[in-house]
Nanobody, 122 residues
Framework: QVQLVESGGGMAQAGGSLRLSCAAS????????MGWFRQAPGKDREFVAS????????DYADSVKGRFTISRDNAKNTVVLQMNSLKPEETAVYYC???????????????WGQGTQVTVSS
């Protein structure tokens, strides 16, 4: 069992930055790839970024490459998503997930946090 708790959401202006954190706890955390997804009202949950627990492998959605950075702090069992140059269309609930697979598909993720709201104003 893995528990995930997101924090750091809030409001930002277009072009601004936010930093999201995901605190993980449970067993065999090193077995899981950690990912960030987002879901806007009326839309499907979409992949944003993922990272291996060891940190040697990371993936990004094309729409966030060069602006978002995913990283992890193994000592604190935390995964961080630094979001820069935010756009209004990126307003959504952001979710942290844990997967046994290297996947960008939500259905491949075994555990989810409760989500944190990110609102970007124009």
């Amino acid at each position: 069992q893995v528990q995930l708790v997101e924090s750091g959401g809030g409001m930002a202006q277009a072009g601004g930055s936010l930093r999201l954190s995901c605190a993980a706890s449970g067993r065999a955390l090193s077995s899981y790839r950690m990912g960030w997804f987002r879901q806007a009202p009326g839309k499907d949950r979409e992949f944003v970024a993922s990272i291996s627990w060891g940190g040697w492998s990371s993936d990004y959605a094309d729409s966030v490459k060069g602006r978002f950075t995913i990283s992890r702090d193994n000592a604190k069992n935390t995964v961080v998503l630094q979001m820069n140059s935010l756009k209004p269309e990126e307003t959504a609930v952001y979710y942290c997930g844990a997967s046994l697979a290297h996947s960008q598909v939500p259905e491949s993720y075994n555990y989810w946090g409760q989500g944190t709201q990110v609102t970007v104003s124009s």
